[in-house]
């Protein structure tokens, strides 16, 4: 028997429900009232699953089924209604992988920025920070404030630090498609590398070829219930028969 | 409680954070213009300039107070005046300043307005010594009092943040309490005892209602240090009118908090 990692990511129960007013006075009426006439759209429905140190894998589903919600939880800026969600150490996110930059900021600011957010000291920063830069290929823009940036830039720098802080987890949403080809291909080169080095990688797509490249373990949503877990193999010939 | 509690618990947990980002938000504010820093000087130097013109030179009133120029009585209650205007304003707007931020990166929402009022307190700290500095250019006596600022500047942070977390997430949920804000704005100004003193307005009644602002407690509190020459303590009630209001602000901002706090990521 191989030996069991620790479990990082633990789902219990989860469920997830957004409330949709159907006006701003309702809402407002809901912060300080129970009303309920608020219409319900669930987005997470009962899901329970764990995935441990080391793990590559999948989470496959189409639009709407519920992926961006679940990682948003798993990174921790959004909160299940019902149910627990337990997370091990530093997560990395590459959720549209532009977005949390401070766009006033220049680049090499916004690295310090998002680090120190992360709960990264200056000086493992000032360490990573050449990294970083170089990665990013933006040269002399990286002292130009980020309002400044194309929005293949934003994702080259987002890629680059997510990609070099060295995370605990490590989460991919279709972010492959950042950049150009050449871009594109060193980021493979570096999911590699990471994955390697033993983080934990979850990797959110809609391509079964890219995810059986890096991934051991699928994870099917459909409408915000899990239907398939296992094998990637499997994962991604259930998920094609699902859209016949 | 509980709720209270978290957000406590929070704060600590996020203090390197909050500095962080509170010293961010500072430097953004002020850079990339010309005069960079000269600007958190030169824009409150222009209102109290104008302010000081029209009373001194248009209305003819401005005689000295309590033995000070009108202008020192002006300032010395201008000043806190700019920080609690900034909060009042931008603690309503904080939540949806940083939205960029909670949307994207784990970081608690109920730390946001300490960021912005941190950020607005160090700017106050400056122009309270340029204050102090201007009254002994001015030959003006500076007194013990001056000891109790801590004590003022603490309230005005406490009050900074119980505001900010209270009117940001109503102002998440409806514009148009935020417009409210921003339309009662001049309003607050003229009705904190900024121009006037409370003091000598005619009608008991009318005296308790205008002391019911929390801002015209810390107003006339910047006064006692300077011009007035009060301790805190001589004024037990104004205090305790003070904290009761602060009070309700703090269960309002939590009580919605412990509503919203699952939510408040999807709304803003």
């Known amino acids: ?244 | 409680m509980k709720t209270l509690w978290k957000i406590i618990i929070s704060h600590v947990q996020y203090r390197n954070q909050i500095l962080q980002l509170a010293k961010t938000d500072l430097i953004k504010t002020y850079r990339g213009a010309l005069l960079s820093w000269g600007w958190a000087i030169l824009k409150p130097a222009i209102t109290i300039g104008v302010y000081y013109f029209a009373f001194t030179v248009g209305l003819r009133t401005g005689k000295p107070i309590k033995g000070y120029p009108y202008f020192l009585w002006l300032i010395s209650g201008f000043i806190p005046w700019f920080y609690i205007s900034a909060m009042y304003t931008g603690g309503a707007y904080s939540l949806h300043k940083y939205a960029f931020l909670v949307k994207k990166i784990k970081f608690p929402v109920c730390c946001v307005p300490m960021i912005v009022a941190l950020s607005n307190m160090i700017v106050h700290l400056a122009l309270t010594l340029l204050m102090i500095i201007i009254f002994i250019a001015m030959g003006a006596p500076i007194t013990i009092y001056l000891a109790q600022l801590p004590f003022y500047w603490l309230l005005m942070l406490m009050m900074g943040v119980a505001w900010g977390l209270f009117s940001g997430q109503v102002t998440a949920v409806s514009k148009d309490f935020y417009q409210l804000v921003r339309s009662s704005f001049t309003a607050l100004m003229w009705l904190s005892g900024i121009f006037y003193q409370i003091s000598t307005i005619k009608g008991t009644a009318l005296r308790f209602i205008l002391r019911l602002n929390p801002v015209t407690y810390l107003i006339d509190g910047f006064r006692y240090c300077f011009i007035d020459h009060i301790w805190f303590w001589e004024e037990p009630l104004s205090l305790l009118r003070f904290m009761l209001v602060y009070l309700l602000f703090v269960f309002l901002g939590v009580k919605i908090y412990s509503r919203t706090e699952k939510t408040i990521t999807d709304v803003l």
Request: hydrophobic share 40%; proline share 2%.
């Open chain 1, 1 to 244: 028997m191989t030996e069991e990692h620790e479990v990082v990511i633990q789902f219990r129960n989860v469920t997830k429900t957004f409330d949709l007013f159907k006006n701003d006075k309702q809402r407002l009426k809901s912060l300080l009232f129970r009303n309920t006439n608020a219409r319900k759209k669930v987005a997470i429905d009962n899901l329970s699953f764990d995935i441990r140190q080391g793990e590559a894998v999948a989470i496959l589903g189409k639009n709407g089924a519920g992926k961006s919600t679940m990682l948003k939880m798993i990174s921790g800026v959004t909160f299940p209604t019902v149910g627990s969600v337990r997370v091990t150490g530093r997560v990395s996110a590459l959720l549209e992988v532009s977005g949390g930059f401070d766009p006033e900021l220049s680049g090499r600011e916004n690295i310090y920025f998002r680090g120190e957010l992360l709960g990264i000291s200056r000086d493992e920063l000032k360490e990573m920070e050449p990294d970083i830069v170089a990665f990013s290929e933006l040269g002399s823009y990286i002292d130009m404030p980020i309002r400044t940036y194309s929005s293949g830039m934003k994702s080259k720098l987002g890629f680059s630090i997510n990609a070099n802080i060295r995370p605990d987890i490590i989460i991919v949403d279709e972010a492959l498609s950042v950049g150009d080809k050449d871009f594109r291909a060193k980021c493979r080169r570096r999911i590699t590398e990471i994955l390697n080095s033993g983080v934990t990688f979850l990797f959110v797509t809609h391509s079964t070829a890219e995810a059986k490249n890096f991934c051991k373990r699928g994870l099917v949503i459909r409408e915000g219930k899990l239907v398939f877990d296992g094998d990637i193999k499997d994962a991604a010939a259930f998920y094609e028969k699902m859209h016949v």
